[in-house]
C-alpha cells in the first residue's frame, strides 16, 4: 500500500468512522445544548415564572418534541459509542503516571457517572412530571429538593462538575482528533481553553444549583415528599 493510499483507507475504517461520529456529536449537538441549557437555567436568578419560562414551557407541544430529539437522538448514539469505548478501553494509569493518562482515566469514570446522572435527571425532570403528572417540573419542587433534600443536592452537584469535565475535555480530544491543532505551542493553548471551558461551565451549573437552593427557602414541601 503507498503512503497516499495509507489515510484513504485509515478514513475508510468502521471504527475511525465512529469515533469521528461519536466526538462530533458529542460537541455539535450535545454541547451546544449543553451550554445553552445551562443558560436558560440561570434564569432560576429571576425567580420560578422566568424559570418555567426558559426552561420547561414550550409555545407549541411540537417545540417540546423537536427539542428533546434534537438532544436525545444524539446523547443516545454517543452513549452507545461511548459504552463501546468503555469496554475496549485499557487504561495505563498505574504503569504509565502522567497527566494525559489521569484524565483519559477521569473522561472514562466521569461518563459513567454521567450515564446514572443523566439517566435519573432525564426521568426525574423531563418524563416522570410530564408522563406520570401531566405537567413539566414545577419550580418550586426542584427547588425545595435542592434546598431540603441533601441527597439530591449532592448528586447534582457532582453531576455537574461531571459534566463540565465531561465537555471541557471532550472539547480538547475534538480538536486535537479532528486535527483542528497538532502544533506543541497550539496544544499548549488548548490545554488552557479547555481549563477555562471547564470552569465556565462549573460556574454556570453551580450558579444554577445555588440559585435553586436559595429559592427553595421560601416553598413548602411538595406533596410527593409528604405522602
Known sequence: MTA???PRAHRANPAFLRARLGS???VIPLGVWTVLHLWHNLSAFEGAEAWQRDVTEYAQPLA???????????LALHTVWGV???????PNLVKYRFYANLKYVLQRLSAIGLLLFLGAHLWKAMLEPRLGRGH????AEIAWMMRHHVPTLVVYILGVLGVAFH??????????GWGIVSSRRALKKLEGFALFAFLVLLGMGWAVLYALWDAG??????????G
Not at 465537555?167 to 486535537?176: C, E, T, V, W
Request: aromatic letters at 14%; glycine letters at 6%; charged letters at 5%.
Open 64 to 74: 417540546f418534541f423537536v427539542s428533546a430529539l434534537v438532544a436525545l437522538l444524539p
Open 136 to 139: 413539566a417540573e414545577p419550580f
Open 217 to 226: 427557602a421560601g416553598f413548602p414541601a411538595p406533596a410527593s415528599m409528604t
Open 84 to 90: 463501546g469505548r468503555l469496554f475496549s478501553s485499557k
Open 24 to 26: 462530533f456529536l458529542a
Open 4 to 6: 497516499s493510499a495509507t
Open 167 to 176: 465537555l471541557a475535555n471532550g472539547l480538547q480530544s475534538f480538536a486535537m
